[in-house]
């Protein structure tokens, strides 16, 4: 990647044509199993966005700053690891103290964003793609806030679908894949917009 794209349609990209689970499938367990209502979907949404924005701009300053000039670049899984697990701690500590209810509606999934492999897809596509801090940052909002918009729509359509008769093969997830297939198309209908590399 160029540093001369612009950071703005890096983020465009990432939330529409480069969705990071409707494109790169990331993340998926944590999307089918707190994809059922709305507002537990926007928690969650919102606890992804911050996380990912953030170890995205953490992990690019301990990448260039400590692995590159120690030669220890081998070491970036481990380390993308550890920051993002020392976050999802801190988001989940913050959010079980100002809001308990959503805290109870997450669950055990909350504490799953550790090992949300779309947190640590951003940090890595960063490397990968030879992105800018400001790039970086942007694709890790872009990131999350696409993941964000792919939940709240299927957690939007699955509340509608209680009130649907489906036939009973499709009845649960095999009814959740199928949208998110039919998502993952619709969103290609965006790939002439803009796209990254």
Same mark, same amino acid.
């Given at each position: 990647m160029t540093p001369e794209v612009s950071p703005l349609v890096i983020l465009i990209a990432a939330i529409f044509t480069n969705n990071i689970l409707l494109a790169n499938f990331l993340g $998926?367990?944590?999307? =089918? /199993?707190?994809? !059922?209502?709305i507002q537990t979907a926007l928690g969650l949404g919102a606890a992804v966005i911050f996380v990912m924005t953030t170890t995205t701009a953490i992990n690019y300053g301990v990448y260039h700053g400590l692995l590159v000039p120690l030669g220890l670049k081998y070491l970036q899984f481990i380390v993308f690891i550890a920051v993002i697990a020392a976050f999802v701690q801190f988001v989940e500590m913050f959010v079980e103290r100002f809001s308990p209810p959503l805290y109870h509606a997450l669950g055990i999934f909350l504490p799953l964003i550790t090992v949300n492999c779309a947190i640590l897809g951003a940090s890595l596509f960063m490397i990968i793609r030879n992105y800018t +801090? =400001?790039?970086?940052? /942007? +694709? @890790? +909002? #872009? @990131? @999350?806030a696409g993941w964000t918009l792919a939940i709240v729509l299927m957690a939007g359509l699955r509340q509608k679908m209680g009130y649907s008769s489906i036939?009973?093969? +499709?009845? @649960? *997830? /095999? %009814?959740? $894949? *199928? %949208? !998110? #297939? *039919? $998502? /993952? $198309? %619709?969103?290609m209908g965006f790939a002439g917009m803009v796209t990254i590399q």
């Open positions: $998926m367990c944590s999307f =089918l /199993a707190c994809s !059922t209502k +801090f =400001l790039q970086s940052v /942007a +694709f @890790g +909002f #872009g @990131g @999350g036939p009973r093969p +499709f009845q @649960g *997830v /095999a %009814i959740t $894949m *199928v %949208i !998110t #297939g *039919v $998502m /993952a $198309m %619709i969103f």
